[in-house]
């Protein structure tokens, strides 16, 4: 079982930025499709974007929902074993719980962090 910490939460004005990270300890991170979901007040939890691993046949590969292609990049740094999510342009509907994840789908996580609170509000 793969322990995650996201950080990097906070509030933010409409059209703000921030970057999440999603750490694992002494878990390699290279070798799992990361995902980043997020659960908005009142909804279900959501996938958001993945980053695929290049492991084996994996081509290391990213995917956006359509609410934040274009606003939002996700990245991993192998050396600080972290996956990051860059979030710009955003807006109230942004706000909610994001978390990371060893998968591209809600589904395919077995256990999940705490997660870090994103508050897009003036």
């Known amino acids: 079982q793969v322990n995650l910490k996201e950080s990097g939460g906070g509030l933010v004005q409409p059209g703000g930025s921030l970057k999440l990270s999603c750490t694992a300890g002494?878990?390699?991170?290279?070798?799992?499709?990361m995902g980043w979901f997020r659960q908005g007040p009142g909804k279900e939890r959501e996938a958001i974007s993945c980053i695929r691993s290049r492991d084996g046949d994996g081509d290391g590969s990213t995917t956006y929902a359509d609410s934040v292609k274009g606003r939002f990049s996700i990245s991993r740094d192998s050396i600080a074993n972290t996956v990051y999510l860059q979030m710009d342009s955003l807006k109230p509907e942004d706000t909610g719980v994001y978390y990371c994840g060893t998968s591209c789908r809600t589904t395919g996580v077995s256990s999940w962090g705490k997660g870090t609170q994103v508050t897009v509000s003036s």
């Open positions: 002494r878990f390699s991170l290279d070798y799992y499709n």
